[in-house]
């Protein structure tokens, strides 16, 4: 239930944000954060699930309840927006900030930065919108409790990660705090500020697995993903078909609405020729939003390819394109990734502004919160044979990205893992929210840190309860789940 916001802002005097974000206390108590149960009209999981469903594409429907029951954290990462109705039923501290929308454990990565610098940050903010802070930090947390369920961690070592993650963005916070503006505003998570930092808490063994990670995510480069996703044919360069997963443009056999570009379709008078105006309709729309130095960087390339592609769990069924552009020649590529935004989960329950532009939503959050964004990243909206606009975004695809593997990590790398993950959500939180007032809200002492580590028990119950409905559901033939 969120308050309504104060006439309060970032350029106060110190003196009263650290009053308005002690007295938030007054509207929920630290403690209070402890406790979650249903509220008593809850809605049904697997309808929140089938209403987010009857806006994708229903051939991949089944595709994305096959996903999300593999595991309860598989479920958890494509229940977002049930945990969205739980947190907005759930009273609320009014400290706003950008929110990921959908801060678990996996959104945290290693990115490249334009400067060609390995970064930690967040990745994924499909779901973001303004909103309390602590729905993120609730999200994460809870996270953690189910990764480590699922690797046959005690209670103990479930909780310790937890409260490693709430006290790292808890110490991290206040340090904002005290920070000038534009320090906070440049902060970033280097990963060679990571190693140094956590040096003296790693053993040999997780220092060398963080080596590891650290030259995959370098070796991780757009011309591997060239390599890995194109094929030479008679035309030169283009997307191999890797169906169901991957599907060219020209493999399809039917328009679909929403398409940013034609399929062959000659039997309804779509040729190559209507497939390349309007791919580059598409590029057109998206190349306006992007600022001017970036729009002629992007002249310098031409399109020649695109497919449909499959990804992520939460995100399957939403329509999502490869585009292959060419520069010099078949050796100068630039894979772009447009993907299509929806409403975030969390719209429903900020009672926030509504955007005109889903993927303009999605850009706006992720600058805010990132350190530094990809200079591709742009939106536009593409009109389908329905005449019904959809709008992405765009990205490259793949541009130094390492991911953790939290089924891989012992009980002190899973702890050292989520003390970086909670300081890099506060410094996320930070650029956009108010620091002094977070910072003054929780405290120097650690009675937040103990409270969500209760709620992220509590969230993790919920969560198998239901992943188990989701499951009863297929099983009873309600809904469908059929893998790749």
């Known amino acids: 239930m969120m308050t309504a916001p104060s006439a309060l802002t970032v350029a106060s005097p110190v003196a009263d944000r650290v009053a308005y974000g002690r007295n938030a206390r007054t509207r929920v108590p630290r403690s209070g954060h402890a406790e979650f149960a249903p509220a008593p009209r809850r809605p049904d999981v697997v309808e929140v699930l089938e209403r987010q469903s009857a806006t994708r594409l229903p051939e991949l429907v089944p595709v994305r309840y096959a996903r999300m029951l593999e595991s309860p954290f598989r479920f958890y990462r494509g229940a977002a927006a049930v945990m969205a109705a739980d947190l907005g039923a759930l009273p609320d501290t009014g400290l706003r900030v950008q929110l990921c929308g959908d801060a678990h454990l996996l959104n945290f990565r290693l990115l490249a930065s334009p400067e060609r610098r390995l970064v930690f940050d967040l990745n994924d903010f499909d779901e973001t919108f303004p909103g309390p802070f602590e729905w993120d930090v609730k999200r994460l947390a809870a996270s953690f409790v189910i990764a480590a369920r699922a690797n046959g961690f005690p209670a103990a070592e479930q909780d ?34 990571m190693r140094e930092l956590l040096a003296s808490s790693m053993g040999r063994a997780a220092r060398r697995r963080t080596a590891e990670a650290t030259a995959r995510a370098r070796s991780r480069t757009h ?15 283009r997307i191999a078909a890797d169906p169901p997963l991957i599907v060219p443009l020209r493999d399809l056999r039917e328009l679909r609405d929403g398409l940013p570009a034609g399929g062959n379709g000659e039997h309804r008078g779509y040729g190559a020729e209507a497939e390349d105006k309007e791919l580059r309709t598409v590029l057109e729309g998206y190349a306006r939003s992007l600022p001017a130095d970036r729009r002629h960087l992007l002249r310098h390339y031409r399109p020649v390819d695109a497919a449909r592609k499959v990804v992520g769990v939460g995100s399957v069924g939403t329509r999502c394109w490869i585009l292959l552009l060419l520069g010099r020649d078949d050796d100068d590529p630039l894979l772009l990734q447009a993907k299509e935004a929806q409403e975030s989960v969390l719209a429903a329950h900020t009672g926030g502004e509504r955007y005109d532009n889903q993927g303009r939503r999605v850009v706006t959050g992720q600058r805010l919160m ?3 964004s990809d200079i591709f990243l742009g939106w536009t909206r593409v009109v389908g044979l329905d005449g019904r606009g959809r709008d992405f975004y765009v990205r490259q695809l793949r541009d130094w990205k390492g991911i953790a593997r939290p089924d891989t990590m012992d009980p002190d790398l899973l702890r050292l893992f989520a003390q970086v993950c909670g300081a890099s959500l506060a410094r996320a939180h930070a650029r956009s929210g108010d620091p002094v007032a977070i910072a003054a809200y929780l405290g120097r002492g650690d009675r937040f840190d103990r409270a969500l580590t209760r709620f992220a028990q509590a969230y993790a119950d919920q969560n198998d309860r239901d992943f188990a409905a989701l499951r009863e559901a297929v099983r009873t033939g309600r809904v469908e789940a059929a893998g790749l």
């Open 223 to 237: 011309v591997e993903a060239y390599a890995k996703l194109t094929r030479l044919t008679s035309a030169g360069r």
């Open 160 to 193: 310790g990660a937890v409260r490693a993650c709430v006290r790292a963005y808890r110490e991290r916070m206040r340090e904002f705090a005290g920070a000038r503006v534009l320090d906070v505003w440049y902060a970033q998570d280097s990963a060679d500020r």
């Open 370 to 372: 990132q350190t530094t």
